[in-house]
């Protein structure tokens, strides 16, 4: 059984706000960088946006810069993604991860638990 779990996906117009969130369960990754990757049909998984374990460092894409925010809530384990003006671009499953380190890591291979994803559909 998974151990994040992601919820707020859905189908949003061009323009609109979502926010995803990631709650961990079994274990807590206070001590991990979090990070949100995306992956669109036929297309590989792509970095979004990663924060280091104190929330004291973030990283973004070029393509969410300026549009999204990352966020965590180490007391309810939590990380969220709150994505502005969103774009049909920007369309994808959703994946939230924990990183095998505390520093926000922009690389796949530096995230070692996954959620399952969650939909994202941004219609134009």
């Known amino acids: 059984q998974g151990q994040l779990v992601e919820s707020g996906g859905g189908l949003v117009q061009a323009g609109a706000s979502q926010r995803l969130s990631c709650a961990a369960s079994r274990r807590t990754f206070r001590n991990n960088a979090m990070g949100w990757f995306r992956q669109a049909p036929g297309k590989e998984r792509d970095f979004v946006a990663a924060i280091s374990w104190n929330a004291g460092r973030t990283n973004y894409a070029d393509s969410v810069k300026g549009r999204f925010t990352i966020s965590r809530d180490n007391a309810k384990n939590t990380v969220y993604l709150q994505m502005n003006s969103l774009k049909p671009e920007d369309t994808a499953v959703y994946y939230c991860?924990?990183?095998?380190?505390?520093?926000?890591?922009?690389?796949?291979?530096?995230?070692?638990?996954w959620g399952q994803g969650t939909q994202v559909t941004v219609s134009s």
């Open positions: 991860a924990a990183g095998r380190g505390s520093m926000d890591s922009a690389y796949v291979n530096d995230y070692v638990y």
